[in-house]
């Protein structure tokens, strides 16, 4: 399975931007998608997931309310809709397919206040 997460810029405090992360190969379809973070000098934090259905979601409660996590399954993509940003949501952004070692590169998301 090869993820590839993109979409992230610079953005100022109360913003929004969506992450994307897309899954290509075999069975790619059938593994739920997870989104973590890293900040400068933290360890990677969970952020969201949804089920391989799309049906159930999953999120940190430091973004629960702000972000919502969606599927795409037509073209296995998997977004991440972030709303009311803060400057501590400042960190690079990775998708992964859970339960299994297949990550994405990050994508780096600043905000400014």
């Known amino acids: 399975v090869q993820l590839q997460a993109y979409g992230g810029g610079l953005v100022q405090a109360g913003d929004s931007l969506t992450l994307s992360c897309a899954a290509s190969g075999r069975d790619a379809s059938n593994y739920g998608v997870g989104w973590s973070r890293q900040a400068p000098g933290k360890e990677r934090e969970f952020v969201a997931a949804t089920t391989w259905s799309g049906r159930n979601s999953y999120y940190a409660d430091s973004v629960k309310g702000r972000f919502t996590i969606s599927r795409d399954s037509a073209d296995n993509t998997v977004y991440l809709q972030m709303n009311s940003l803060k400057p501590e949501d400042t960190a690079v952004y990775y998708c992964?397919?859970?339960?299994?070692?297949?990550w994405g590169q990050g994508t780096l998301v600043t905000v400014s206040s």
């Open positions: 992964n397919a859970l339960g299994t070692g297949f």
